[in-house]
C-alpha cells in the first residue's frame, strides 16, 4: 500500500489525540508525525484533523481515514496470529473461542495445556458470534449445535452436554413443583431472540407460551444465573446443576452437541495439533 506510513500515523493520532500519544506508540519523534500528516492532507486536498489546544479531532474525512487504518491494523493482527500458529514450536498465542457457557469445561484444559508449554499465551474468548477462523480471529473455536458447514473449516466431534430442566428450591417454594403436564402454566428463562439452535430451547420454544418466557438474556452464563436465582425454570448442563430441583430429567435428544473447528490452513501445525489432542484427552477421559 502506497503511503502506508503516513496512514498509520494519521489513525494513531485519530486513536490517542495527541501528536505525542501517536509519536510515542510507533516509536518516532514528534516532528515526523506532523510531517507524515502534513504530507497526507497535501497529497488528499482534504483536512483530516482540527488542531486544537488539547491534541487534534479528526474531521470527517479523517474518522474515514482512521476506520481504514483500524481494519487495516486489525487484519495485519489477525494474520500474524496466524503465521504465529504455523510455527514448529508449542509457544506465542494460542487464541480459543467458545460460549461462555463452556467455560467451565474447557477451562481447566487450557490450563494444563499452558503449565506443559511455559511459552505459550493463551487468549480465551467466549462470545455468541461466530469468530472467523479463515481471517486469523482464532486457532480453535469450540461450538455447539449442528456440524458446522464452511468448507475451509475443519469439524469434529467432540463432546455431548447433558442438559436437563431445573428450578431452584426458591421457585419450587414460591410457585410449586412443576410437572410436564403443568409447564406451560410456569415461568421460563430463554435467549433474547428466538433463535437458538440448542435442542432443548427449541423443545421448548415448540411447547411454552412465548408470555411465559419471563426472563431474557443474550448469554447463556446469565440465563443459568437467573435460574440458580429462582426467576423461573430453565435449562442446565446436568453436571452443574447441584443443588438445584430437577423438573425433567435429561433426554438424549436436548444433547448440546459439541464440534472442534479449526481453519484448514492450521490444522495440521505442532500447536493446533498438540493443543486437540490435550483437550481431547482432558474432557473426554474426565466426562
Known amino acids: 500500500m502506497d503511503h502506508w506510513d503516513e496512514i498509520r500515523t494519521a489513525f494513531?493520532?485519530?486513536k490517542q489525540g495527541t501528536v505525542s500519544g501517536a509519536a510515542a506508540v510507533l516509536g518516532v519523534h514528534h516532528a515526523t508525525v506532523i510531517r507524515h500528516i502534513d504530507a497526507l492532507e497535501t497529497?488528499?486536498?482534504?483536512?483530516?484533523?482540527?488542531?486544537?489546544?488539547?491534541?487534534?479531532?479528526?474531521?470527517?474525512?479523517?474518522?474515514?481515514?482512521?476506520r481504514v487504518g483500524q481494519a487495516t491494523e486489525d487484519q495485519m493482527s489477525q494474520l500474524g496470529a496466524r503465521i504465529q500458529g504455523q510455527g514448529e514450536t508449542i509457544s506465542g498465542e494460542l487464541v480459543v473461542t467458545t460460549l461462555t457457557s463452556v467455560s467451565r469445561l474447557l477451562v481447566p484444559a487450557l490450563v494444563s495445556f499452558q503449565v506443559k508449554h511455559p511459552g505459550l499465551r493463551v487468549r480465551f474468548l467466549?462470545?455468541?458470534?461466530?469468530?472467523?477462523?479463515?481471517y486469523g480471529e482464532a486457532h480453535v473455536a469450540i461450538r455447539a449445535g449442528g456440524p458446522p458447514q464452511e468448507p475451509d473449516n475443519v469439524a469434529q466431534r467432540f463432546h455431548a452436554i447433558d442438559v436437563g430442566l431445573y428450578a431452584a428450591p426458591s421457585y419450587v417454594e414460591r410457585r410449586g413443583m412443576p410437572t410436564e403436564d403443568t409447564l406451560a402454566q410456569h415461568d421460563f428463562v430463554g435467549q433474547e431472540e428466538d433463535l437458538s439452535r440448542a435442542p432443548f430451547m427449541i423443545w421448548m420454544n415448540e411447547r411454552i407460551p412465548r408470555e411465559?418466557?419471563?426472563f431474557?438474556?443474550?448469554?447463556?452464563?446469565g440465563l443459568a444465573e437467573a435460574v440458580r436465582a429462582g426467576a423461573a425454570l430453565g435449562w442446565l448442563p446436568v453436571s452443574e446443576a447441584e443443588g438445584m430441583v430437577e423438573v425433567l430429567p435429561a433426554r438424549p435428544e436436548w444433547a448440546a452437541q459439541l464440534w472442534l473447528v479449526t481453519h484448514v490452513d492450521l490444522h495440521r501445525t505442532p500447536k493446533v495439533q498438540a493443543f486437540l489432542t490435550h483437550l481431547k484427552t482432558s474432557v473426554i477421559g474426565c466426562a
Open 43 to 66: 497529497r488528499m486536498g482534504v483536512k483530516l484533523f482540527q488542531r486544537h489546544a488539547r491534541g487534534y479531532t479528526p474531521t470527517e474525512a479523517g474518522a474515514d481515514l482512521a
Open 212 to 214: 411465559r418466557i419471563t
Open 126 to 134: 467466549t462470545d455468541q458470534r461466530l469468530f472467523r477462523l479463515e
Open 12 to 14: 494513531q493520532v485519530a
Open 216 to 221: 431474557r438474556a443474550t448469554d447463556d452464563r
